[in-house]
T-cell receptor, first 115, second 113 residues
């Protein structure tokens, strides 16, 4: 079945450092890929998405590029802030699954940014 | 535009009891999915409802059930609660169209004692 593997961390960075969180996937067909973020005590918020190969999703300084050749969707940010401290989830939705809205998630990566 | 609303936010139940959680999707969204989040297993898909019909189901025992009403609001029920059912239960709504995203509620934190 479909699966998502992401670095689990935790990741601790200083403010203004560069961030990379690796995400790779296994899926048949052409899934849509997402990054969600979860702040303490909250639900999930969509950070960015990409729906086809070579698409780049971006939002709030975060970027991720859909790489079909490497089945990857790594999250990057050039300069993190303390407010970016949260748990980040990589996820896929596979239209090959009969139109299902089911999301398959990675385990999540906890990011802590220190001032 | 109101987001996804889940009630209640917190619940404490005793083993053996049953519980019902509620989810109101974003206006216009007819698909509602439920997920269980635990520290050990992460985020796991429970089921999806669209037009009052269950469209997909995850690998959970029959104690977990759900339904959807004509106004797209959804409920999930867990019967004969076990300690391991303690989790954050998240509801997501979507348009159920290709390349669209799901929007999540804040979740219901269930504690089974």
């Amino acid at each position: 079945g479909d699966s998502v593997t992401q670095m689990e961390g935790p990741v601790t960075l200083s403010e203004e450092a560069f961030l990379t969180i690796n995400c790779t996937y296994t899926a048949t067909g052409y899934p849509s890929l997402f990054w969600y973020v979860q702040y303490p005590g909250e639900g999930l918020q969509l950070l960015l998405k990409a729906t086809k190969a070579d698409d780049k999703g971006s939002n709030k300084g975060f970027e991720a590029t859909y790489r079909k050749e490497t089945t990857s969707f790594h999250l990057e940010k050039g300069s993190v802030q303390v407010s970016d401290s949260a748990v980040y989830f990589c996820a896929l939705k596979n239209p090959a699954q009969g139109g299902s809205e089911k999301l398959v998630f990675g385990k999540g990566t906890k990011l802590t940014v220190n001032p | 535009k109101a987001g996804v609303t889940q009630t209640p936010r917190y619940l404490i139940k005793t083993r053996g009891q049953q519980v019902t959680l509620s989810c109101s999707p974003i206006s216009g969204h007819r698909s509602v999915s439920w997920y269980q989040q635990t520290p050990g297993q992460g985020l796991q898909f429970l089921f999806e409802y669209f037009s009052e019909t269950q469209r997909n189901k995850g690998n959970f025992p029959g104690r977990f059930s759900g339904r959807q009403f004509s106004n797209s609001r959804s409920e999930m029920n867990v019967s004969t609660l076990e300690l391991g059912d303690s989790a954050l239960y998240l509801c997501a709504s979507s348009l159920r169209q290709l390349n669209t995203e799901a929007f999540f509620g804040q979740g219901t934190r269930l504690t089974v004692v």
